[in-house]
């Protein structure tokens, strides 16, 4: 099962550095994972990886809030 925060908080992925260490071995390793190149777009100096959550974009049309409650704080954020 997931969540909301589980869903807007999910790490940053792409192709290349979603698959397993073996498979990754082969080329160089890339920005994300702390190399110098990003593998997914061939060889580039930036990283290329997107985010794969799906509400934010609804979120942000319903110009909705969110509460973030800590022990020390509470808060509402964009």
């Known amino acids: 099962m997931g969540t909301i925060g589980g869903n807007l908080n999910i790490d940053t992925r792409c ?4 698959q397993p260490g073996f498979w990754r071995a082969c080329k160089p ?6 190399g ?9 100096r930036k990283c290329f990886a997107v985010f794969s959550g799906d ?12 509460r973030l409650v800590s022990v020390h704080e509470e808060r509402t954020i964009p």
């Open 15 to 18: 192709d290349y550095y979603n």
């Open 29 to 34: 390793t890339c920005i994300k994972a702390g």
């Open 55 to 66: 509400l934010a974009p609804a979120l942000i049309a319903l110009d909705a809030r969110v």
């Open 36 to 44: 110098e190149t990003c593998n997914a777009i061939g060889g580039g």
